[in-house]
């Protein structure tokens, strides 16, 4: 960073944090620009997919089972994308086809025993 005509000082590290020019680097002797080496920096820095894990806690197999299960969901398992939707499917047709008839029966009971209560009065 030039202060006057002529007068060249060095760079305090606060101003090449902040600078976003081309600069000379004092210590290197191949005489590439800071920017030329930051974009080296970023050609090999590993950009690498980050994978967080969740306990569910519990240790028995069930909940085992459903942890692994929700973290291959939640991962992007395709697979156990498609195991989830034929779960739920199978899940909505066990409750309309076996549990909303029994509840259809059972209060079908009921107001046939308050009709009976009510006759045998």
Known sequence: ????????????RTEKNF????????NSTEGNSSKENFREQ?????FGT????????GSNIFTRL???????????NRLAQIG????GIAFAALMFFIALPILFVLLAMGIAFLIMAKISR
């Not at 970023?42 to 590993?46: F, G, I, P, Q």
């Not at 989830?84 to 779960?87: D, E, G, H, K, Q």
């Open 1 to 12: 960073m030039q202060d006057n005509e002529g007068n060249v000082r060095e760079m305090t």
């Open 42 to 46: 970023r050609r090999t820095y590993d």
């Open 66 to 76: 459903l942890g692994g299960f929700i973290r291959a969901v939640l991962g992007g």
């Open 50 to 57: 980050r994978r967080t894990y969740v306990s569910y806690g």
């Open 19 to 26: 600078f976003n020019g081309v600069t000379i680097d004092a």
């Open 84 to 87: 989830a939707f034929l779960i």
